[in-house]
């Protein structure tokens, strides 16, 4: 496993919600702007944001950030009421991560190193992604990750 590799794991606990397939569904899991397993399944095939932030160059890095944040931005828009805040706090941190990644000039591996990621990393650790896990597990019929 690369540093790049180990770096990313945090990252990824940014998107642990999504890291799950989503079954057939008929629209009942479906938020305001759409269905929220169908963004799910969106962000699954981007392994989780794990492809699109493993740019090897910093131009690479901005481009998957961007890509993954515009999935994310759909699951949030979709997703029912009583998830809102969970991923919103995904959101978040998302945003801070690109924050702090364009502060670095899109160096992923400064970046994940430095304190300002150690916050980031820190404060998303605090949310109970609990309510999201049994979402998509009781209603969408997705198992999470183990």
């Given at each position: 496993?690369?540093?790049?590799?180990?770096?990313?794991?945090?990252?990824?606990?940014?998107?642990?919600?999504?890291?799950?397939?989503?079954?057939?569904?008929?629209?009942?899991?479906?938020?305001?702007?759409?269905?929220?397993?169908?963004?799910?399944?969106?962000?699954?095939?981007?392994?989780?944001?794990?492809?699109?932030?493993?740019?090897?160059?910093?131009?690479?890095v901005e481009a998957g950030y961007r890509q993954?944040?515009?999935?994310?931005d759909n699951a949030v828009d979709s997703a029912?009421?009583?998830?809102?805040?969970?991923?919103?706090?995904?959101?978040?941190?998302?945003?801070?991560?690109?924050?702090?990644?364009?502060?670095?000039?899109?160096?992923?591996?400064?970046?994940?190193?430095?304190?300002?990621?150690?916050?980031?990393?820190?404060?998303?650790?605090?949310?109970?992604?609990?309510?999201?896990?049994?979402?998509?597990?009781?209603?969408?019929?997705?198992?999470?990750?183990?």
């Amino acid at each position: 496993m690369t540093k790049r590799t180990t770096l990313l794991v945090p990252v990824l606990l940014l998107a642990g919600f999504v890291g799950v397939a989503c079954g057939d569904d008929d629209g009942e899991n479906a938020g305001p702007t759409g269905n929220f397993c169908e963004a799910a399944r969106a962000i699954e095939a981007s392994n989780g944001g794990e492809d699109l932030l493993a740019g090897e160059t910093p131009e690479e890095v901005e481009a998957g950030y961007r890509q993954f944040t515009a999935l994310l931005d759909n699951a949030v828009d979709s997703a029912p009421s009583e998830l809102e805040d969970e991923l919103e706090a995904i959101q978040d941190a998302y945003e801070a991560l690109g924050e702090g990644l364009e502060e670095f000039d899109w160096d992923f591996f400064a970046y994940a190193t430095s304190p300002e990621a150690e916050e980031t990393f820190t404060e998303l650790e605090s949310v109970d992604f609990t309510p999201v896990e049994t979402y998509l597990e009781e209603t969408c019929g997705i198992a999470p990750e183990s």
